[in-house]
């Protein structure tokens, strides 16, 4: 005779919210690692190091992908507490509320609401850090630009020159016109 075993039970919002708190934790983390690449980063260009530049790239990359493994689990995870609360509103704040008026989940709808603010906080950081960065790229590319076009003697702008077979810059159009000037 074989024992029936029981189903398996639900969790609860708790546990839940529990798991939802852990990734929340992982994407702050994920963020903070974020900030620390995007330093990484601008001091390479900033030191003209291409290959810690490279090597930061690539870890920016990474951060960025798993940053976005975190969010949709997050957003899974928010979904699945939102049913299980049977809340339509799938904010964590709000989720938060609704685990308030569980005596047992008030402590874990504290820990949701205070790290989700830190979250939003290392999220705006992250932001403007990258701004930072994402300008200071721009510019790095554009003055190397100017630069190429400097030592080659070229007198076009970058965007009406293309490199040629030999390596060197030239203009896209022809110097003369085919447009008739005369009428």
Avoid at 32 to 61: C, G, I, K, M, Y
Avoid at 156 to 161: L, R
């Amino acid at each position: 005779m074989h024992a029936l075993s029981s189903p398996p039970s639900q969790p609860g919002p708790a546990s839940l919210a529990g798991t939802l708190l852990s990734t929340l934790q992982e994407e702050h983390a994920a963020l903070l690692q974020l900030n620390t690449h995007f330093d990484t980063q601008l001091n390479a260009l900033l030191a003209r190091d291409s290959e810690l530049l490279e090597q930061a790239t690539h870890r920016v990359a990474e951060g960025m992908n798993d940053l976005m493994r975190l969010r949709q689990t997050r957003e899974r995870q928010t979904c699945l507490l939102a049913r299980v609360l049977d809340e339509e509103d799938m904010s964590i704040a709000r989720l938060a509320e609704r685990l308030r008026e569980d005596a047992a989940a008030e402590s874990i709808a504290e820990q949701l609401t205070h790290i989700r603010e830190q979250v939003i906080a290392r999220a705006r950081e992250t932001q403007k850090k990258g701004q930072v960065l994402g300008f200071a790229l721009q510019y790095a590319a554009s003055l190397g630009r100017e630069m190429m076009q400097a030592i080659q003697g070229i007198q076009v702008p970058v965007s009406a020159a293309v490199y040629t077979a030999a390596g060197n810059m030239a203009r896209t159009l022809p110097s003369t016109s085919y447009v008739n000037q005369i009428g």
